[in-house]
Antibody
Framework: QLQLQESGPGLVKPSETLSLTCTVSGASISSGSYYWAWIRQPPGTGLEWIGS???????YYHPSLKSRITMSVDTSTNRFSLTLRSVTAADTAVYYCARVYLHTDYVDYWGQGTLVTVSS | QSALTQPRSVSGSPGQSVTISCTGTSSDVGTYNFVSWYQQHPGKAPKLMIY???TRPSGVPDRFSGSKSGNTASLTISGLQAEDEADYYC??????????FGGGTKLTV
């Protein structure tokens, strides 16, 4: 059974850097049929695609976040990561990591989500 | 990229049917047959209900169905049950391994 688990600090100060890691178990992150994504959900609002990464390291970022985001993948540990720089209160959200089917781009597995609050 | 347009809320009585619309543009919903729908209960991660416009994953009841016409996709839930009460999000591929979500619809049963 595939499982994804987000980890990282739940509180980040404004202007600092948010770093999250997603650990994948039950399947290889190197599967060519899937890519891996970060999706967030600010409190009380909808889902927002942040970006995605393929096991080869190719990345695709949301245009509005592109200047502040870096995603990376570590196939040896079956993990992928998100770094979001210069955070503000608007970045407060539940952050989900997810698996996306490559050919028709649907999310078939989600992590449980982790709340990250940006506050001093 | 603006979010796909969904009604903020819909409601129905047990046993009835409801349809949730998802309107995009010719650059997303209108071009790609890669529309998916997700159900989200409070405090939980979203769950895939429909993919590729109208395909149900294993385990999703056949009360859930999807369709698309032009720039608008739709999710229909027939035989409403209390446990269907949740938020529903549509999602469309927009190119370059990127997707766009709808704003979400709260279904009240």
């Amino acid at each position: 059974q595939l499982q994804l688990q987000e980890s990282g600090p739940g509180l980040v100060k404004p202007s600092e850097t948010l770093s999250l890691t997603c650990t994948v178990s039950g399947a290889s992150i190197s599967s060519g049929s899937y890519y891996w994504a970060w999706i967030r959900q600010p409190p009380g609002t909808g889902l927002e695609w942040i970006g995605s990464i393929y096991y080869s390291g190719s990345t695709y970022y949301h245009p509005s976040l592109k200047s502040r985001i870096t995603m990376s993948v570590d196939t040896s540990t079956n993990r992928f990561s998100l770094t979001l720089r210069s955070v503000t209160a608007a970045d407060t959200a539940v952050y989900y990591c997810a698996r996306v089917y490559l050919h028709t781009d649907y999310v078939d597995y989600w992590g449980q989500g982790t709340l990250v609050t940006v506050s001093s | 990229q603006s979010a796909l347009t969904q009604p903020r809320s819909v409601s129905g009585s047990p046993g009835q049917s409801v349809t949730i619309s998802c309107t995009g543009t010719s650059s997303d919903v209108g071009t790609y047959n890669f529309v998916s729908w997700y159900q989200q209960h409070p405090g939980k991660a979203p769950k895939l209900m429909i993919y590729d416009v109208s395909t149900r994953p294993s385990g999703v009841p056949d009360r859930f169905s999807g369709s698309k016409s032009g720039n608008t996709a739709s999710l229909t839930i027939s035989g409403l049950q209390a446990e269907d009460e949740a938020d529903y999000y549509c999602c469309s591929y927009v190119g370059d391994y990127t997707v766009l979500f709808g704003g979400g619809t709260k279904l009240t049963v």
